[in-house]
């Protein structure tokens, strides 16, 4: 059995850990020991790492990681087994993100803490039903907005454990909020409003490189875009196949960030993603083809929340109390209808909507 150094058999597990991120992660890397801490201190952990901890509490004690599952990224309460759901989407920006923190000696329990928890706070109905919320909730608060991003933190500060939030650190917090500022251009996303931590950087490139191929990927898969439509000066750049497509990229991303204080891309591959994002959002995102099912989306999203905006009984039989400011009160809707998986939000709708038929329910 080999020995311990002397002095190291009175370390915790956690103490060991933290020893050896100081002894072997990367010059850039968030360091456990160094956290700023959480926003109600807490004794350490004998065993897991502060950001151990943040990873584990995402997983068990936070309800809406597991509605993920049932919330989708492009096409609507999809009746194909095998399109990606926001919870699939998190599980590819975990693996990327991990991939490319150890390549570069980052701390890899702070990547994954964020990314689990990046789009805790999305809607149903993806980008959609984000968009739909946004307006309908500046409607009773004209100071109010929506961003899925600001709402993600809200969900783990305030919104699960019982109101009390699951107290993440706040190099967890950081990376949340800062994940997507809405950037259309890779470029600036690497450079413009950086979070605290490089890893958090990581899980905002690894949030593009995941959508844009699982995208591409789910549209093949559905006969939605042909091999032949997609544009050979983008796939030559970065691969005709999935994988290939995403280790292009992870690839690029590391070759340009060893030993760097921030993450770099080449200007070829920055330049290839913002085309691909382009082609993607004429095609698929703002097609055509999904504009009517996007009206339904944003008509059953803002229906709702009338209905919940109007209706003492009903907004009470969801929540509870009842607020009687209105700005209050679409604080709580806007809370409520956000964390709605999409088949419960269309059940719903049908439920207060859609006739029944006689025998009527009582409701």
Known sequence: MQRLPKGEHSLT????????????????????????????????????????????????????????????????????????????????VSQIGRTIAKALRLN???????????????????????????????RYDPEARFHHSEHSLRVVDVLEGGGQGVNLTHETRDG???????????????????????????????????????????CLRLGVLARDDLPAEIMDVLGWRHGERVGTMVRDVIQHSTDAPHLGMSGELAEAMDALVRFMDERVYHSTMLEAERRKVKGLVQALFDLYMTNDKVLAAAVGDVP????????????????????????????????????????
């Not at 020991?33 to 997983?59: A, F, K, L, N």
């Not at 979070?195 to 959508?211: L, N």
């Not at 809707?333 to 049908?350: E, N």
């Open 13 to 92: 597990i956690r103490e060991r850990t933290e020893q050896w991120e100081s002894e072997y992660l990367g010059p850039y890397a968030a360091l456990s020991s160094q956290s700023r801490g959480r926003q109600r201190p807490e004794e350490p952990c004998p065993v897991r790492t502060c950001y151990q901890r943040d990873r584990d509490r995402i997983i068990h004690l936070c309800r809406a990681f597991r509605r993920l599952a049932y919330k989708t990224q492009v096409f609507f309460s999809p009746r194909e087994d095998h399109l990606r759901t926001r919870l699939s989407h998190t599980l590819d």
């Open 108 to 138: 890899e329990e702070l990547t994954e803490a964020i990314a689990l928890a990046h789009d805790v706070g999305h809607t149903p109905f993806g980008h959609v039903g984000e968009e739909a919320l946004d307006e309908v909730y500046r």
């Open 176 to 218: 949340i909020v800062a994940h997507s500022k809405g950037l259309r251009s890779t470029r600036d996303s690497l450079t413009e409003h950086l979070p605290c931590t490089v890893e958090a950087e990581v899980i905002r490139i690894a949030d593009r490189i995941a959508y844009l191929n699982h995208d591409l990927d789910d």
């Open 324 to 363: 009687g400011d209105v700005k209050a009160r679409a604080r709580v809707v806007c809370d409520y209808v956000a964390g709605m998986t999409d088949r419960f939000a269309r059940q719903q709708y049908l439920t207060h909507f859609v006739p029944s038929g006689f025998p009527w329910s009582q409701g």
